[in-house]
Every structure is written in structure tokens, then in C-alpha cells.
């Protein structure tokens, strides 16, 4: 049976990936921060699921994890590492506290870093291991490789997930460890939703009020239109599966206009285009909230 470890399962595409591999005959370790939704995971998945209980931000939780995986595991290899875990959030660079920035940095980034330094022995540097060598998937975004406003701290984080997975993939070729990004766009996931209530006291009354809620309007939009999440993850099991798997796979609605021509654009235009978008959306009349399929 292939063993797989996954951050972030308790919702999301995180917890579609998970239930798809798990229906696939895959061993699953999903990360949870609350024991009832390990729970309520072991219950939905079966057998084939284990939870474990991990704050990626938190060192000693992750090298427990490693621990209890690596028992599981005897001598055999981990065929996979998915990092999901992360924090979206719509906010102004101009006014964010730097403890936000930070703390979105230590999960997007940090965390991501501190479960594969914990889990490449498993995968595949220690050679005392038998077995096929295991994958690392890191999730970035389309907005990892160009700035988006008032996405700026997300934005800039997943831009650090594609530079050290590109750095990753470099140096783990010495150990015959592959590290491959997916870069999703806006999806029918419920993280909308969660933008939708996501209203910062430090914006209310700034002159940032106004841009910032006319770009949530754009980016409701956008995830009530984008992919469903099952297309998604055939993208992510193809990177997991693949003989000869890319460097990176974009999993995005409207890939020319929200991934191709931001990112080959040149920069000054990309601004203007962006500029007339969110302007345009906020003279448009609310439509009532709309449910991800």
C-alpha cells in the first residue's frame, strides 16, 4: 500500500485530496490542530486514514509526527508529502501588522520547510530505507508568480513556496527526491467564504476600506466561478503520479487572464488591467451569496 502524509485535510482541497486518495487505496496521514476533527476524518476516511495532530508552526509537533509515521512506516519508504497547510487572507500591506505577515509566512513557508526537513529521511535521503522514493508536492498559487493587491502578504509567501521547491528539487535530485508545485487559482473550495467574513479591524476606517473590499468583491467573483475542487486534484495526482511529472502544474479557471498574461505581461500594463478590473467591479449591484458547489 503507498503512503502518503498531507497537511491541512480538515477542509479545502486538502480534504478532497485526501478522501480521493484514500477511495484509491492510499494510506493517508492528514494534519489536523483539533483532535475532534481528526475525528471526524478518521470516521468519514476508515482505516486507511490516520490523523495526526500538528501545528506545522510548531517544531517538536512536527518531528513528532515524523516519529509516529516513520513507526508506521517499519523500513519502507513515504511514497509522498503534500503541503497544503496555509493561511488565505485578504489585507493592505500599508497598515498589516507585521505579526500577521509573520505568522502567515511561518505557515505558508516555514512549515512547509519544517515538514520536509522532517519527513525526507522517509522519503528518501536515508538510504537504510527500501522502497521507490517518495515526491514532495508544495502548494503554491497563480498568485505565487505575480503580485496580486491586497493579497500582497499571501501573494509574497507562495512566491517563497516556488523559490524553495525550485531550490528543493535541485539539491534533493543528490538524494533522488522530486519536488513539484501546483499553482491553483480561484476554487469552489469554501475558502471564499472565509474571505467573505475576513474583515480586518485595523482596515475599518482607513483609506484602504474601500480598495480592499472592492478586490474581495473581485476575488468572490472569481472562486464563485473557478474550478471545482475535483479538478484540482486529478491535477495534483497527476504531479503525485506522473512517470515524468513537471516542474509545475497551473490549476486555474481562465488561465490566460489570471495566470498567462499577469505573469508575461509587461508589469506596468499588468497594473493598469488590474486597476480598471477592480474599479469595474465595484460599481457593479451585490448579487445574494452564492454557495461553492
Given at each position: 500500500?503507498?503512503?502518503?502524509?498531507?497537511?491541512?485535510?480538515?477542509?479545502?482541497?486538502?480534504?478532497?485530496?485526501?478522501?480521493?486518495?484514500?477511495?484509491?487505496?492510499?494510506?493517508?496521514?492528514g494534519?489536523?490542530?483539533?483532535?475532534?476533527?481528526?475525528?471526524?476524518?478518521?470516521?468519514?476516511?476508515?482505516?486507511s486514514?490516520?490523523?495526526?495532530?500538528?501545528?506545522?508552526?510548531?517544531?517538536?509537533?512536527?518531528?513528532?509526527?515524523?516519529?509516529?509515521?516513520?513507526?508506521?512506516?517499519?523500513?519502507?519508504?513515504?511514497?509522498?508529502?503534500?503541503?497544503?497547510?496555509?493561511?488565505?487572507?485578504?489585507?493592505?500591506?500599508?497598515?498589516?501588522?507585521?505579526?500577521?505577515?509573520?505568522?502567515?509566512?511561518?505557515?505558508?513557508?516555514?512549515?512547509?520547510?519544517?515538514?520536509?526537513?522532517?519527513?525526507?529521511?522517509?522519503?528518501?535521503?536515508?538510504?537504510?530505507?527500501?522502497?521507490?522514493?517518495?515526491?514532495?508536492?508544495?502548494?503554491?498559487?497563480?498568485?505565487?508568480?505575480?503580485?496580486a493587491?491586497?493579497?500582497?502578504?499571501?501573494?509574497?509567501?507562495?512566491?517563497?513556496?516556488?523559490?524553495?521547491?525550485?531550490?528543493?528539487?535541485?539539491?534533493?535530485?543528490?538524494?533522488?527526491?522530486?519536488?513539484?508545485?501546483?499553482?491553483?487559482?480561484?476554487t469552489?473550495?469554501?475558502?471564499?467564504?472565509?474571505?467573505?467574513?475576513?474583515?480586518?479591524?485595523?482596515?475599518?476606517?482607513?483609506?484602504?476600506?474601500?480598495?480592499?473590499?472592492?478586490?474581495?468583491?473581485?476575488?468572490?467573483?472569481?472562486?464563485?466561478?473557478?474550478?471545482?475542487?475535483?479538478?484540482?486534484?486529478a491535477?495534483?495526482?497527476?504531479?503525485?503520479?506522473?512517470?515524468?511529472?513537471?516542474?509545475?502544474?497551473?490549476?486555474?479557471?481562465?488561465?490566460?487572464?489570471?495566470?498567462?498574461?499577469?505573469?508575461l505581461?509587461?508589469?506596468?500594463?499588468?497594473?493598469?488591467v488590474?486597476?480598471?478590473?477592480?474599479?469595474?467591479?465595484?460599481?457593479?449591484?451585490?448579487?445574494?451569496?452564492?454557495?461553492?458547489?
Amino acid at each position: 500500500m503507498k503512503t502518503i502524509v498531507i497537511t491541512g485535510v480538515s477542509s479545502g482541497i486538502g480534504h478532497a485530496t485526501a478522501k480521493t486518495l484514500v477511495s484509491k487505496g492510499w494510506r493517508v496521514f492528514g494534519t489536523v490542530r483539533k483532535s475532534e476533527q481528526g475525528e471526524r476524518l478518521s470516521a468519514e476516511f476508515g482505516p486507511s486514514f490516520t490523523p495526526l495532530l500538528v501545528d506545522v508552526r510548531d517544531e517538536a509537533a512536527v518531528r513528532a509526527a515524523a516519529d509516529q509515521v516513520a513507526g508506521a512506516l517499519g523500513n519502507e519508504r513515504l511514497q509522498g508529502l503534500i503541503n497544503f497547510a496555509g493561511i488565505e487572507t485578504v489585507d493592505a500591506l500599508a497598515v498589516v501588522p507585521i505579526a500577521d505577515v509573520q505568522d502567515t509566512f511561518d505557515v505558508h513557508v516555514f512549515g512547509m520547510l519544517r515538514m520536509v526537513q522532517a519527513f525526507l529521511p522517509l522519503l528518501g535521503s536515508d538510504e537504510a530505507r527500501q522502497g521507490p522514493k517518495g515526491r514532495i508536492i508544495n502548494i503554491s498559487s497563480v498568485v505565487g508568480k505575480w503580485g496580486a493587491p491586497y493579497f500582497g502578504t499571501y501573494s509574497s509567501a507562495k512566491h517563497a513556496v516556488e523559490g524553495m521547491t525550485d531550490a528543493m528539487r535541485r539539491e534533493f535530485a543528490h538524494v533522488g527526491v522530486d519536488a513539484i508545485v501546483i499553482r491553483p487559482g480561484n476554487t469552489k473550495s469554501g475558502v471564499f467564504e472565509k474571505v467573505r467574513a475576513d474583515h480586518h479591524d485595523y482596515i475599518r476606517g482607513t483609506i484602504w476600506e474601500k480598495p480592499v473590499a472592492d478586490f474581495r468583491k473581485l476575488f468572490l467573483d472569481g472562486a464563485i466561478n473557478g474550478w471545482p475542487m475535483a479538478r484540482v486534484v486529478a491535477v495534483i495526482e497527476k504531479a503525485l503520479t506522473a512517470k515524468h511529472p513537471r516542474a509545475a502544474y497551473v490549476a486555474a479557471a481562465e488561465r490566460i487572464m489570471n495566470y498567462t498574461a499577469p505573469t508575461l505581461s509587461p508589469p506596468r500594463l499588468v497594473d493598469k488591467v488590474l486597476q480598471m478590473r477592480i474599479a469595474l467591479r465595484s460599481r457593479k449591484p451585490e448579487s445574494g451569496p452564492q454557495a461553492p458547489e
